[in-house]
């Protein structure tokens, strides 16, 4: 992204204000627009180690400690410098009075998670979706291309592909979507386009009256280089970025592209409502007995709800025992339910209890995930790609391979921890380990999973499947 024309978005609407001559506060704003664009321009292509580097260069020079690049006397001491509590990419400027600095953490908002949505489908906000999407909404509303680049699945596309179809008016824009393969041509990526656009006259083409188009050019790094070392597919977005038009395929025409209505994005929970009256609301909230009734709509807790209904009384005796966690449900639920099924309905009725009675299953989630991640940074440091082995590629990707794997295990399935043990063993076997083509690799990766067993879940790795020994399943 352009440094200049970031600086120009970042204070269009500032600048647009009525009272803007009269605001005391522009030479302050414009500097912090002006701080602000270095990382995200100058320093947008840098990796972990370079954007440390550019931190503590641009801190120093605008500090005037920097002895070889003074502070011009015409810009005079920069008072409006980020907090050294973090890196400069880590916040944003609110122009509000004489404005300040906040970090990025402070704009995530915590939504809910539908119970029918997939877990891939899942966008868990972050630093990087905040800070990534003001910077898309910004260049939609300026109408300015933005190229994010980083290595294969980080993410890039979803962030672009979230906003784009879930954060836009869809009677306002019209999104398109193109992946660029190794096959690609200027050909097909003109028509793709092109077929998306109208022809408003002779020579001049945009989308439908009243819409902006938004092309979405995904693996933008893909097409394959001709003789000469260019990607013709690349070329031809260049041409339109630089001269506004392309030509026809056909005749050779010219025809002009709506410049005005058109953008390029590149790369390289709802409750239900219940109709059952609450049986007794004087200790029973009605937040639990809405989950006691949804609860009750799967299989294996069917009857839940009536039961609740005709014995209030058992219920009631459980909601005040001093330790629900310890006690045992009304029967029949306390043995037709397993271990992570009581867990479930302890939640619904005294969710403050349901901590000491679950420990065990948060703590394996959290080992689960800290597993894997080790594994995966040992994976990418070791395992590296040669020409006998040169799909010893790993990315994120397997990463979330493993974590969705993991939570495709049904509840009912689950009776202790070690269950889910097992299944992270099996998950990155099935991952990392069937990859591997080499005994020496196979060996040193089935030690790291052993060691993993032992530093995160705290167990034996041959305890947990000595039952195997005897010829058992499971």
């Known amino acids: ?77 920069v008072d409006i410098m980020m907090p050294d509590t973090s890196l400069i990419y880590d916040f944003a400027y609110e122009q509000k009075a004489r404005g300040s600095w906040h970090h990025w953490n402070d704009y995530i908002k915590t939504g809910s998670v539908s119970l029918t949505q997939k877990i891939q489908d899942i966008l868990v906000p972050t630093m990087d979706t905040v800070r990534y999407t003001f910077l898309m909404d910004l260049c939609i509303r300026y109408e300015r291309p933005i ?9 890039k596309s979803v962030y672009v592909q979230q906003k784009l179809m879930h954060g836009l008016p869809k009677d306002k824009y019209i999104p398109t979507f193109i992946n660029f393969s ?21 020579g001049f083409f945009g989308p439908p009256l009243g819409k902006k188009a938004v092309i979405f050019v995904d693996d933008m790094n893909m097409p394959q280089k001709e003789i000469y070392g260019a990607q013709p597919p690349i070329e031809l977005l260049r041409q339109y970025f630089d001269h506004k038009h392309w030509y026809d395929n056909k005749d050779t025409a010219k025809g002009d592209l709506d410049y005005d209505e058109f953008m390029f994005f590149l790369t390289g929970g709802v409750g239900l409502q219940n109709k059952i009256p609450n049986p007794d609301n004087t200790w029973l ?37 001093k330790a ?22 302890l939640r619904c009725i005294r ?116 039952h195997l020994a005897n010829g058992s399943q499971g």
């Open 285 to 321: 909230s009605e937040k639990s007995w809405d989950e006691i009734c949804r609860l009750s709509d799967l299989r294996n807790f069917r009857e839940l709800r009536d039961h609740f209904l005709n014995n209030t009384r058992d219920w009631r005796a459980f909601y005040d025992d």
């Open 147 to 155: 190229l994010f680049v980083g290595p294969t699945g980080t993410g």
């Open 324 to 345: 629900p966690h310890q006690a045992e449900l009304p029967q029949p639920w306390q043995t037709k339910l397993n271990e992570f099924q009581r867990m479930i309905v």
């Open 182 to 202: 190794a096959q690609t041509s200027a050909n097909q990526t003109q028509f793709i386009i092109m077929s998306r656009l109208d022809k408003r006259r002779k």
């Open 1 to 77: 992204m352009s440094y200049m024309k970031l600086v120009e978005m970042l204070m269009t609407d500032a600048c647009e204000d009525p009272e803007a001559a009269e605001n005391r506060h522009m030479r302050t704003w414009l500097m912090a627009a002006m701080i602000f664009a270095i990382p995200w321009s100058l320093g947008s292509c840098t990796d972990p180690n370079g954007r440390q580097k550019l931190d503590v260069f641009v801190r120093s020079l605008l500090s005037g400690k920097n002895e070889e690049l003074p502070v011009p006397k015409a810009v005079g001491k």
């Open 351 to 466: 969710p403050d209890k349901a901590q000491d009675y679950s420990s065990d299953y948060f703590t394996v989630g959290n080992s689960i995930v800290h597993a894997t991640m080790e594994v995966y940074k040992e994976a990418i440091q070791n395992l590296l790609p040669t020409p006998a082995k040169s799909h010893y590629v790993f990315n994120l990707r397997d990463f979330s391979r493993v974590i969705l794997g993991v939570c495709l295990i049904k509840k009912e399935h689950v009776d202790n921890k070690r269950v889910m043990t097992r299944l992270y063993v099996h998950e990155v076997m099935r991952v990392f380990y069937d990859r591997l083509i080499d005994n020496k690799d196979r060996l040193w990766l089935f030690d790291i999973i052993k060691r993993m067993v032992k530093e995160h879940f705290k167990d034996s790795f041959d305890s947990i499947f000595e």
